[in-house]
C-alpha cells in the first residue's frame, strides 16, 4: 500500500524530498530521514555529489537507505538535459533521474514540455528510468507516457510558490490520462497540500522547498510523511459524494413516535 513502483525501482515511501535549500548537508539528511523518503533529488549542476575533496552529499547519506535522484535543474533545451544525464550515469551509475527542461527562466520556471517530451525519447532509448516533471496538462502528460516515461510529474504550482494544487481538476484528469504513476511536482507547501494531492488519486509527492524553508524543518518533514499516508489511505478507501444538503446519520424509519 505504501510502496512506490517506477519502472524497476521499488521506493518504500510515496513521499520524494529535495536537496536544495537547505543551510548545510547535515540539515538535509536529519530532514530526509524526518520524511521517511528513499529517495532525494539533486540537481547535478549545483550540488556535489562526486567530488570527494570538497562536502558531498553522497558521503553525508552513505549508511542510509536513501537513493539519489539526479535531476536536470537548469537545463532549458533537450540536448543539455541529455548530456547531463550521460554524464551523470558515466560518473554514479545512477540511471533513476528527474528530467526537467525549463522554459521560462526567470519568472514561473514552467517547463518546456516540447524540449522535454524530445529528450524523453532519446533517454528512453539509452536505458533510463525517467520521471518527468511537466505541466498539468493531461494530453502532454500522455505524450510522455509515450515517449517512454515511467513517472509524470504534474506541477501543482510554480517551483517554490507554497501555492498548493491550483487545478484539483487537471490532477485528476493525468490520473486518468496514464497508466504510470504521477508524482506531484511543485508547489506544496504545508502537509494539507501534500494530503488533498494524494486524495486526488496522485501516487506520490515531492516536495523540497515546503521542509527545507520551514522554520522546523524536521517537523514538516514528519508532517509531509503522515500526510502523504493519511492522503493515499483516504483515496483508496474512497470518499463520500458530497450533497448540498444534510443527511442524517440515524435514520428516522422505525422511531417511536410519541
Do not use: W
Not at 558521503?59 to 540536448?79: H, I, Q, R, W, Y
Request: aromatic share 6%.
Amino acid at each position: 500500500m505504501h510502496t512506490l513502483q517506477i519502472g524497476k525501482y521499488t521506493l518504500g515511501s510515496r513521499l520524494i524530498v529535495g536537496s536544495g535549500k537547505y543551510s548545510d548537508f547535515e540539515t538535509t539528511k536529519a530532514a530526509t530521514l524526518a520524511s521517511g523518503s528513499q529517495l532525494i533529488t539533486v540537481a547535478v549542476r549545483r550540488l556535489n555529489i562526486t567530488n570527494p575533496n570538497e562536502p558531498n552529499l553522497r558521503d553525508t547519506f552513505a549508511g542510509t537507505n536513501v537513493k539519489f535522484l539526479p535531476n536536470s535543474a537548469g537545463c532549458t533545451t533537450a540536448e543539455e538535459a541529455i548530456t547531463l544525464f550521460r554524464l551523470t550515469r558515466e560518473a554514479t551509475g545512477i540511471d533513476l533521474i528527474k528530467l526537467e527542461v525549463i522554459g521560462d527562466t526567470k519568472k514561473t520556471l514552467y517547463p518546456d514540455v516540447l524540449e522535454t517530451i524530445k529528450a524523453c525519447e532519446v533517454l528512453a532509448r539509452d536505458g533510463f528510468t525517467i520521471m518527468a516533471y511537466t505541466s498539468d496538462d493531461p494530453i502532454m502528460a500522455r505524450r510522455l507516457e509515450d515517449a517512454g516515461a515511467h513517472a509524470i510529474m504534474p506541477l501543482a504550482a510554480p517551483i517554490g510558490s507554497g501555492l498548493g494544487v491550483q487545478n484539483r481538476y487537471n490532477i485528476v484528469f493525468v490520473r486518468e490520462a496514464v497508466k504510470v504513476p504521477i508524482i506531484v511536482d511543485a508547489g506544496i507547501g504545508c502537509a494539507s497540500d501534500a494530503a488533498l494531492a494524494m486524495e486526488l488519486g496522485a501516487d506520490g509527492i515531492l516536495t523540497n522547498t515546503a521542509i527545507a524553508q520551514a522554520k522546523n524543518p524536521m517537523m514538516m518533514a514528519e508532517a509531509m510523511k503522515n500526510a502523504v499516508i493519511a492522503g493515499r489511505l483516504s483515496y483508496l478507501a474512497g470518499r463520500i459524494p458530497k450533497r448540498p444538503y444534510a443527511t442524517a446519520s440515524s435514520p428516522i424509519d422505525g422511531m417511536i413516535q410519541f
